[in-house]
């Protein structure tokens, strides 16, 4: 899918509705969101679709959050923001990009893994020490967060 994602001004305002889609709290955002590259894809003058970037060294950065409107997911977005930011990552000097989700997150695990992104660790334990609540998805509470990454050179 040939989609215009374009990078959000410093001065850019935040599309916390759609990042609030992959994430919990604006606080939990709010720790990486002003250090981070935010890429949006717009849809009649309003983002829909994002994708966040935080540098974690000058070899390694770190897809922090990706999220698709909930009309629009379904239909390759997802992929194509996956494959965008690969793809800047690679012309930005990276050598690896890495991801994390939820160890039910099962959805996201299939498309990232088809994506070329290899499990490389598991946080034990992520999202009982850092959310105040259980989180749930497809009936399983979150305990673990599953991280992957892909070889970019
Ligand atoms: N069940 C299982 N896998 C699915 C499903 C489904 N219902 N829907 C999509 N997928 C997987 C498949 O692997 C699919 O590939 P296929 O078409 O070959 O079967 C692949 O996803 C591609 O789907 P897209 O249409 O490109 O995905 P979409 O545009 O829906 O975006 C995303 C995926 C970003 C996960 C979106 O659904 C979303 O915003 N979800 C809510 C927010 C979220 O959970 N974000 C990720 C959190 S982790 C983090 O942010 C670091």
Known sequence: MNLEIRRLRKD??????????????IEAIDRYILQSEVYILERDHKAAAVYVLYTLDADCVEIK??????????????????EDATRRATIDGYKTIIIGTGDGSIRQLDLYQKEGFEIFDIRKGFFIDNYPAPIYENGIQLRDMIMLRKQLT
């Not at 509705?17 to 994430?23: E, F, M, P, Q, V």
């Open 12 to 25: 850019g305002r935040i599309p916390y509705d759609l990042l609030l889609l992959a994430d919990e709290t």
């Open 65 to 82: 959050n990706i999220a698709v409107d909930e009309k629009l997911q379904g239909q390759g977005i997802g992929r194509s923001l996956l």
